[in-house]
């Protein structure tokens, strides 16, 4: 992807921090976007007490918004270097979900000392949204939300909205509820303004509008988002009361985050490893898989061990069992990962759909069998095989084709149907079932055919 | 991901379709939001004619929204199948954007008549929309919008916002332009809600506020949403006048597609591939590359053939093969992955973050091989090899962890920088890589070992 748009003066900035003027750095930094700000403190190759001190430079909402945008290490830096009273102040303009989110990830002691320097109010609704887990509707949504009464008329509302909205910050819709405060609907903001002055709120609600309670897991939300076009979302507790509003922006990062989970489980990688990790951590994260990877290698290995003999016989047919295994691992790679995306887009919510496409994956898998497998056995013969190990080839690629369609779709799937991890469906495991299935294929048959006395 | 929340009534639909009860099945249909009207429709085991009768049994504007959220086969056959007059009744209500994709993807005399049979301003504003190539700013936006006068007060500005909002869909905000029409920026309708009714417009509007021109690719504009957290962005011309506007909605779509075009690259596939193709499409979109793929399994084979003598010696050394090869395989597999996520993410746009990248994924791969090497060797020990093999074994697998290492981060980047296709990263292509360097570098020390008479 490109970067044109991405305006962050590194030269420049290099520069100033070379000549040490940190005030000049922080001046020039403060006209970028907090996201941009964020992004050169960390790519400039400056020392963690300069970070620390260009930071303070900035002006209290820029850096606020700065430390939201940072991630990883840099945050842990900030958020554990600066004072409480100076967090207190950092705080005091952001939303309660991302007070929340930094606060969640401080020690207990600290967070108390935080909540403890906030107006009690605003401590009580952080508090409160810590109560819920961070995958969950709860965990993501923010406390500030405009609630109007349903039986109000536009006018009446619009001068409430006034005396409300001054605390929001951003808001689309608001909410209507009843006189017990049980949500009936959302109303958007422009029916809002559209309306006449003397209509009832209620009859420019949209009472269909989707809702969650808190409880929902995030990824069912952000599929709600995806499948509805929704900009917000009202939360709800167990007796109907709105508690939160989830927006977009925040669905954005969580719909991001899953696609990139699906993809990181396929291959073997652990969900929470980052580009920028540190090499210990990024050591620690992967080594576990790649030991994995070594038994089930050496399953593969202990096929080729049975026909060990066979090979003795024939060394030819050791040049091609890469051929072999190689074809099986790259069309089972294409099969989950056609498979991941129409999982992750909601596209086999049918058993219909399933049929279907376990269906169509064994014929793709034969037919591309087929075609790589003709074209293989004329290669081989080119290689000085003869007619018959070309044939053999032929066969065991076909064959292992098929295996690669069939587990690179149906493994996914069938991990989904039981619940279990999907990171079982890793390449790790569909490259150990191509392999075996490849080598049995393609040295099994040259056993047969060698006893046989074809080859 | 779950789908408890998507409550299609299958069974029930499933029945009266099959009593023939087409009333009551579009009657059941209309109940539901207009995705899961298209995912019901799709999922349905009925032929095409009863689809399009259902179709026309839903009313105008559910089918109108149906037809929006359907994708390939089905909206082909849908908007195949009705007739001109209709689908100018169906468009009708449709935001510009939306009539502009359907528009586009009939054949160009069906286009002009039912082009032909719109309102004159709808159908000029559509054809403005058809000049931009579809994965433009222009080719994502819609026309409608509402631009006001900067220098008016807010109270002149509600009316008319009253005046022109009846046309528009939805809008979060309003554009203030000056008066030549170029564009001074967005007001956000809290903002207007929250201001006094004698405010001038200008005062309260976001002049910082990003724009896009139309030609602007649009990978980069969901970039800009992402990165500044944006609802809605106006697209103005090269003389800065607003022309359209780009909504958050819209984007998530984009940003889900890049995602999945990333990692279906690495995939060596199509990015045109949908998971519920035909098995002829599939067949078609994947035998190019696995055709790629017999060639350059060829040439792991080919080193591999090279020292045919030594395994002809030493027959144990086709059996660890696998080994090398397959951990080869699946360590670059972590590197590409993690590459892709960075660089989608936008996390390597300095060179010093780059430079990092690279040395961390070496050292990564030389831990890692490290590690693995000595499991292998202990393995291979009780498989009944020597310790010298198991030796060999080792050093081949580190030095196959780190070419994995390297050649899964660098090669992604390396293309990005060359501006080639980033296919060219895919794992036909780093696969080749690993099993040609993994089959050398033990092939090759085994028969340097083998001639110096330690093996």
Same mark, same amino acid.
């Given at each position: 992807?490109?970067?044109?748009?991405?305006?962050?003066?590194?030269?420049?900035?290099?520069?100033?921090?070379?000549?040490?003027?940190?005030?000049?750095?922080?001046?020039?930094?403060?006209?970028?976007?907090?996201?941009?700000?964020?992004?050169?403190?960390?790519?400039?190759?400056?020392?963690?007490?300069?970070?620390?001190?260009?930071?303070?430079?900035?002006?209290?909402?820029?850096?606020?918004?700065?430390?939201?945008?940072?991630?990883?290490?840099?945050?842990?830096?900030?958020?554990?270097?600066?004072?409480?009273?100076?967090?207190?102040?950092?705080?005091?303009?952001?939303?309660?979900?991302?007070?929340?989110?930094?606060?969640?990830?401080?020690?207990?002691?600290?967070?108390?000392?935080?909540?403890?320097?906030?107006?009690?109010?605003?401590?009580?609704?952080?508090?409160?949204?810590?109560?819920?887990?961070?995958?969950?509707?709860?965990?993501?949504?923010?406390?500030?939300?405009?609630?109007?009464?349903?039986?109000?008329?536009?006018?009446?509302?619009?001068?409430?909205?006034?005396?409300?909205?001054?605390?929001?910050?951003?808001?689309?819709?608001?909410?209507?509820?009843?006189?017990?405060? /049980?949500?009936?609907?959302?109303?958007?903001?422009? /029916?809002?303004?559209?309306?006449?002055?003397?209509?009832?709120?209620?009859?420019?609600?949209?009472?269909?509008?989707?809702?969650?309670?808190?409880?929902?897991?995030?990824?069912?939300?952000?599929?709600?988002? /995806?499948?509805?076009?929704?900009?917000?979302?009202?939360?709800?507790?167990?007796?109907?009361?709105?508690?939160?509003?989830?927006?977009?922006?925040?669905?954005?990062?969580?719909?991001?985050?899953?696609?990139?989970?699906?993809?990181?489980?396929?291959?073997?990688?652990?969900?929470?490893?980052?580009?920028?990790?540190?090499?210990?951590?990024?050591?620690?994260?992967? *080594?576990? !898989?790649?030991?994995?990877?070594?038994?089930?290698?050496?399953?593969?290995?202990?096929?080729?061990?049975?026909?060990?003999?066979?090979?003795?016989?024939?060394?030819?047919?050791?040049?091609?069992?890469?051929?072999? *295994?190689?074809?099986?691992?790259?069309? *089972?790679?294409?099969?989950?990962?056609?498979?991941?995306?129409?999982?992750?887009?909601?596209?086999?919510?049918?058993?219909?759909?399933?049929?279907?496409?376990?269906?169509?994956?064994?014929?793709?898998?034969?037919?591309?069998?087929?075609?790589?497998?003709?074209?293989?056995?004329?290669?081989?013969?080119?290689?000085?095989?003869?007619?018959?190990?070309?044939?053999?080839?032929?066969?065991?690629?076909?064959?292992?084709?098929?295996?690669?369609?069939?587990?690179?779709?149906?493994?996914?799937?069938?991990?989904? !149907?039981?619940?279990?991890?999907? *990171?079982?469906?890793?390449?790790?495991?569909?490259?150990?079932?191509?392999?075996?299935?490849?080598?049995?294929?393609?040295?099994?048959?040259?056993?047969?055919?060698?006893?046989?006395?074809?080859?």
């Amino acid at each position: 992807m490109a970067s044109e748009h991405i305006n962050i003066p590194y030269d420049e900035l290099t520069e100033l921090c070379e000549s040490g003027d940190l005030n000049a750095v922080a001046r020039l930094l403060e006209e970028l976007h907090p996201t941009d700000i964020a992004t050169a403190l960390d790519g400039l190759k400056i020392d963690d007490s300069e970070i620390l001190e260009i930071f303070r430079l900035l002006p209290n909402e820029v850096s606020a918004e700065t430390l939201l945008e940072m991630e990883g290490e840099l945050r842990e830096l900030l958020v554990d270097s600066v004072s409480h009273v100076e967090l207190g102040e950092l705080v005091e303009g952001m939303e309660t979900d991302d007070v929340a989110d930094l606060v969640g990830e401080m020690d207990a002691d600290d967070a108390r000392k935080v909540l403890a320097g906030m107006d009690f109010e605003e401590s009580e609704a952080i508090r409160e949204l810590l109560k819920y887990p961070d995958d969950t509707a709860g965990g993501k949504m923010q406390a500030e939300l405009i609630a109007v009464s349903a039986d109000a008329t536009v006018s009446n509302t619009l001068i409430d909205i006034r005396e409300k909205g001054k605390e929001v910050d951003h808001f689309t819709s608001v909410f209507a509820v009843d006189v017990e405060g /049980r949500l009936v609907g959302t109303v958007p903001l422009d /029916r809002l303004i559209l309306a006449d002055a003397d209509t009832v709120i209620k009859d420019i609600t949209d009472i269909e509008a989707t809702r969650v309670t808190v409880d929902v897991d995030q990824e069912e939300v952000a599929k709600m988002f /995806r499948r509805y076009d929704l900009l917000s979302m009202p939360v709800v507790d167990l007796d109907d009361r709105v508690v939160g509003r989830i927006t977009i922006d925040d669905v954005v990062d969580v719909i991001e985050d899953e696609i990139f989970e699906d993809f990181f489980r396929v291959a073997s990688l652990n969900v929470e490893e980052r580009s920028m990790d540190s090499a210990l951590r990024s050591f620690k994260l992967r *080594a576990p !898989w790649l030991l994995i990877n070594v038994l089930t290698a050496f399953a593969s290995a202990s096929v080729v061990k049975i026909f060990q003999g066979t090979i003795e016989t024939m060394v030819i047919l050791a040049v091609f069992m890469p051929v072999v *295994a190689g074809l099986g691992g790259n069309a *089972a790679t294409q099969a989950i990962t056609v498979m991941v995306r129409g999982l992750a887009l909601g596209e086999m919510n049918h058993l219909e759909h399933t049929r279907r496409l376990l269906a169509k994956e064994a014929l793709v898998g034969l037919s591309n069998g087929l075609l790589v497998g003709v074209l293989a056995a004329f290669i081989s013969y080119l290689f000085g095989a003869s007619l018959m190990i070309g044939f053999l080839l032929f066969l065991a690629m076909t064959a292992n084709l098929v295996i690669a369609g069939v587990c690179g779709s149906f493994i996914p799937l069938l991990l989904k !149907w039981l619940g279990v991890d999907p *990171a079982l469906s890793s390449s790790v495991f569909v490259t150990a079932c191509t392999d075996i299935g490849g080598f049995f294929t393609f040295l099994g048959l040259a056993t047969v055919f060698l006893k046989a006395g074809l080859l």
